[in-house]
């Protein structure tokens, strides 16, 4: 998948999350929500352009910088330590 067509997914996972309440509120609802799961379905598309010369600086930047909204809410807590040191192991 394009990097650009991630972005857009991502885009549509930042709009889901939720912007009132405190953060533990905002948190037990985003838990409760679909974007977890859609978050790692993005993140393992990154880790699969990790190799594609095109993109091997963009996507991990991409996938463990996030877009600043913060744990829990911006699905870099679902990159796994083995995805981590495969990458770094590769480079």
């Known amino acids: 998948m394009p990097l650009d067509a991630l972005h857009t997914r991502e885009v549509a996972l930042l709009a889901a999350i939720p912007e009132r309440g405190t953060f533990e509120e905002r948190a037990e ?9 859609a978050w790692a379905r993005v ?26 909204e913060g744990l829990p809410f911006d699905g870099r807590m679902l ?4 995805q981590v040191v495969s990458f770094g192991q590769q480079r």
């Open 43 to 68: 993140l393992e598309d990154y880790v699969r352009l990790f190799d594609d010369p095109a993109c091997r600086i963009e996507a991990p930047r991409r996938a463990v910088c996030g877009y600043g």
């Open 79 to 82: 990159i796994s330590a083995s």
């Open 29 to 37: 609802r985003f838990d409760r929500s679909a974007v977890p799961e």
